[in-house]
Nanobody, 124 residues
Framework: QVQLVESGGGLVQAGGSLRLSCAAS????????VGWFRQAPGQEREFVAG????????GYADSVKGRFTISRDNAKNTVCLQMNSLKPEDTAVYYC?????????????????WGQGTQVTVSS
């Protein structure tokens, strides 16, 4: 049984930074792609960023390019999302997701495992 646990959410002022972490238990990420998604109230869940564990290739939503950075830590079996220059519109519950296979997809149905989510609130 794979479990993903997110941490690092919280309340921050606009322009500030947060770092989210996603830790996996039950398996390693070695043959997986990991993505971060977010869901704001009344909105659909959307892709934010993803990373292929095998070669480290990454992908980002246009809305976060240049502000967010996704990275992996092999030793800790963890994926992080560094979020800088945060805006009120970044407020959402952020979810970590993983899929079997190296390719990063932006669609939810491609992911097999999901975390419980962590709240990020950006005040203006």
């Amino acid at each position: 049984q794979v479990q993903l646990v997110e941490s690092g959410g919280g309340l921050v002022q606009a322009g500030g930074s947060l770092r989210l972490s996603c830790a996996a238990s039950g398996r390693t990420f070695s043959s997986a792609a990991v993505g971060w998604f977010r869901q704001a109230p009344g909105q659909e869940r959307e892709f934010v960023a993803g990373i292929s564990w095998s070669d480290g290739s990454t992908g980002y939503a246009d809305s976060v390019k240049g502000r967010f950075t996704i990275s992996r830590d092999n030793a800790k079996n963890t994926v992080c999302l560094q979020m800088n220059s945060l805006k009120p519109e970044d407020t959402a519950v952020y979810y970590c997701a993983a899929r079997d296979g190296w390719r990063v997809f932006t669609t939810l149905r491609q992911y097999d495992y999901w975390g419980q989510g962590t709240q990020v609130t950006v005040s203006s």
